[in-house]
């Protein structure tokens, strides 16, 4: 009886383990299927993890792809948490925290096209939360002010720009105080603007300049009639 009563713990056992084993594929050629019996690609792998530990790589020789086909996608770096994902809806999240789940967000690239740098809703294809720093910036736009210089540019008087000042606390075609805070300010816009300031200052002095001249003429006149 305890002969029969063995064998059958025995052969529970075996069973038990074949059918575990069934689980995984390990075929001479062909694909292999971890966690399932019907791999459909030369490695597959059903409800499980992948995991390189002490310095390995995951290396594509030619044409290699990463796919997924559910939402919300991340790629972490466990020792510092951080993290990019990809989200639903096309967006791209760099990350970093002490854990994911305090993770804040750093970077996003989202699926239209804007960048947000220390934002997370992008209204433009570049958007910055703080300083930056640069050793150049380039602006390129048409309508630069070099009509003043046109010979039918009608240069204000300068006691209506007077009276504008007094009236309105700053120069013509230049935003406010006010509309700056409310609106923003557009440096290529701004700087046309100065630009045009620049060129009519530069008309009035020539002009005054004239005007001195010709009271010098008057004065050596008057010396000489004398």
């Known amino acids: 009886m305890k002969k029969h ?21 390990f075929p001479s050629n062909g694909n292999v299927g971890i966690g399932t019996t019907s791999p459909g690609q030369k490695l597959d792998i059903v409800n499980g993890n992948i995991r390189l530990s002490d310095g390995y790589e995951l290396f594509f020789t030619d044409h290699g ?38 993770a804040t967000n750093k970077v996003i690239i989202t699926s239209g096209g804007n960048v947000g740098i220390g934002t997370t809703n992008p209204q433009a294809k570049l958007a910055v939360n703080g300083d930056i720093f640069s050793k150049k910036v380039k602006v390129t736009q048409s309508g630069w002010p070099d009509y003043v210089f046109a010979s039918g540019y009608k240069l204000p008087p300068l006691a209506e720009v007077e009276q504008f000042i007094k009236q309105q606390h700053h120069l013509p075609d230049v935003p406010s105080a006010a509309e700056v805070e409310k609106n923003g300010l557009d440096l290529g816009d701004n700087q046309a603007a100065l630009l045009k300031k620049i060129e009519e200052l530069t008309l009035y002095i020539i002009n005054l300049n004239k005007e001195v001249e010709a009271l010098k003429q008057e004065l050596k006149k008057d010396k000489s009639g004398k």
């Not at 009563?5 to 594929?25: D, H, P």
């Not at 951080?82 to 989200?87: A, F, G, K, S």
């Open 5 to 25: 009563f063995a064998f059958i713990i025995l052969f529970t056992v075996l069973s038990y383990a074949q059918a575990l084993a069934q689980t995984n594929t």
């Open 65 to 102: 792809q990463i796919r997924s086909f559910d939402y919300n996608h991340r790629i972490l770096f466990r020792r510092s948490e951080n993290i990019m994902e990809l989200r639903e809806f096309g967006s791209i999240v760099f990350s970093s925290g002490a854990t994911s789940g305090s």
